[in-house]
Nanobody, 121 residues
């Protein structure tokens, strides 16, 4: 089982940028597909982005262009760069690890505790 710890969440203003990090331990990071999900207040958790072991990426909804997922296998870390943030981006952001290419929550076997992002208007 891999342990995941997110960081980088903060209170920012609309239009600002923020980079989230998620560091893994206890597993073979390079073998995992890594995903980011988010949960806004009062809403279901939703898929944000996925990066595979070969660097291929997938984004949820219309987030491509504002959000960029990347990984550094030497540091066992996955990043989520978020630009032009909007109030509707507010929520708890979770990273997760999977052994296959999936965007479905049930496909991820390990989850972090989440990091809070608040975007004020």
């Amino acid at each position: 089982q891999v342990q995941l710890v997110e960081s980088g969440g903060s209170l920012v203003q609309a239009g600002d940028s923020l980079r989230l990090s998620c560091t893994a331990s206890g597993g073979t990071f390079a073998d995992y597909a890594m995903g980011w999900f988010r949960q806004a207040p009062g809403k279901e958790r939703e898929f944000v982005a996925l990066i595979l072991w070969n660097g291929d990426t997938t984004y949820g909804g219309s987030l491509r262009g504002r959000f960029t997922i990347s990984r550094d296998n030497r540091k066992n870390t996955v990043y989520l760069q978020m630009n032009s943030l909007k109030p509707e981006d507010t929520g708890v952001y979770y990273c997760a690890a999977a052994g296959l290419a999936t965007t479905r929550e049930e496909g991820f076997h390990s989850w972090g505790q989440g990091t809070h992002v608040t975007v004020s208007s």
